[in-house]
């Protein structure tokens, strides 16, 4: 048996000391764990907002490409809307000669002349169908002028040929008038 004599003050010093220490290692502990959850949490804080700006972005990626899309069609819609319109203003004039011609068949400087209209107008629409056609072309941006020298005396008679039957139909007037031109001649595409 072995007995041991302390004194009270030695084991009450001894139990305090310990009880600090416990204390400290709890505390230290706690802040050790605190801290690591403070880490966890500033990551995961940085990691959501990063992906809350990511998808942001991809949000507004998409709103533009919806945008750019809707413009886009609302541009091939009033591409379509002018041009149908465009493509009655040389067929009404086709229409119009054709139906000169056949009532004026005894007057053959008539028909020659309805003739020539028919053929200025004609050209005209075959140049827009060729447009029509080549949509792909404009979307892409790869359309090509077809330059070549031309008078733009021609031109107005052209321009005049095919809205003729039209002015004449809805009993209206249309008159050009050309001032101050100093090159008659120009190279552009006719169309």
């Known amino acids: 048996r072995l007995l041991l004599k302390i004194s009270h003050n030695t084991l009450d010093e001894t139990v305090t000391l310990l009880q600090k220490k416990w204390s400290y290692i709890s505390i ?11 880490l966890v949490f500033i990551g995961y804080y940085r990691l959501t907002k990063m992906q809350m ?6 949000r507004r990626v998409a709103e ?7 413009r886009s069609n609302r541009a091939k819609n009033e591409f379509l809307s002018n041009m ?3 493509i009655r203003t040389p067929m009404n004039g086709i229409m119009g000669m054709t139906a000169i011609a056949i009532a004026s068949l005894d007057n053959p400087s008539r028909v020659r002349s309805c003739l020539k209209r028919i053929n200025v107008s004609s050209r005209h629409l ?9 949509m792909s072309k404009i979307e892409s941006g790869k359309l090509t002028l ?23 139909e809805k009993k209206q007037t249309f008159r050009i008038y050309v001032h101050d031109v100093r090159h008659e001649n120009v190279c552009a595409d006719r169309v």
């Open 84 to 86: 149908s319109h465009d």
């Open 53 to 58: 700006r990511e998808l942001e972005e991809a």
């Open 146 to 168: 077809n330059i070549e020298p031309l008078s733009l005396h021609d031109i107005m008679q052209n321009i005049e040929t095919v809205i003729h039957p039209q002015v004449r």
């Open 64 to 70: 533009q490409a919806q945008s750019s899309a809707e």
């Open 28 to 38: 230290g502990g706690c802040g050790l764990i605190i801290c690591a959850l403070l």
């Open 126 to 134: 075959l140049g827009l169908i060729n447009d029509m056609l080549d």
